[in-house]
């Protein structure tokens, strides 16, 4: 079962002490069944027996043991707990920070030490523990990749945080997991692990900004209200938060936080009118964009790679 394949060290460390605690209790469930049975079969009437059962008042051992037996088992747990908490709570040396902001209904990642900014797909080096802050800009969120094992909450007014250390490559996928209004079901998040070298030369790649070329689709995005919402680094005006990061659109593979694949064609019905395809988004249609102004529009966002 790919949940069960977990891929970070905190995770890992959590689901250990799932199993233990699933051996104590299946341990004591064990004790408790086998002494019922036990005691159904040994005690059983003989039949035709019509005498009343034997009538037996307080047992000081016995009640000594059901009150310590649970008492001990549950302190011992209580123990693991704490130590596991700390284990994955522990600050861990030379952390790559991560800011993870939470939007109806997409995901912002910036990576302060570079100065990169995206959206929806967040890569991570395979071993460097990851200082993941999460914050969000209007209701509460819950980002939870299924193989981390573990997930947090992101709260409006408040910055929570969690370390991730991915120990092995791969694509995972992960999802809001607290409902947070209409489109909460296509919040979702592709996580990239590359080793460290392949993720610095992305996040380098992430960090660039553009260079204006005034070609005709890079006026269509400037003349419409696209620059009120979004930002495209390096284009003087284009400073917009409301939405994702367009710097480098061209390098997601998807689009609406998971709901359409990015390709052209979709990258064009989206701007059209991206209410049809996730309904209820924050993003208005734009029905009057010319079918040249749109196409231009499309080739130019396609090629911030
Ligand atoms: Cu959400």
Redesign the pocket.
Known sequence: MESFDLVTSQGLSIASLFWLELAISGLLLAGVVGLLVTALIRFRAPPGDRADARQVEGNRRLEIIWTATPAATLAIIFLLVIGTMRTVNAAQPNPEPVLVT?H??WWQFSYPNQHAVTANEMHVPVGTPLQVSLESVDVI??FHVTQFGWMQDLVPGKTNSMWITVVRPGTFDGA?N?Y?GLQ?AW?RVTIVADPPEQFNAWVQQQAQSVTPTNSAGEQVFLKNTCVACHAIRGLPGATGTVGPDLTHLGSRSTLGAGVIDNTPDNLQAWIRDAQSIKPGVLMPAFPSVSPSDLSALVAYLESLK
């Open positions: 939470g109806q209904w969120h819950s809001c607290q947070c909460h919040m």
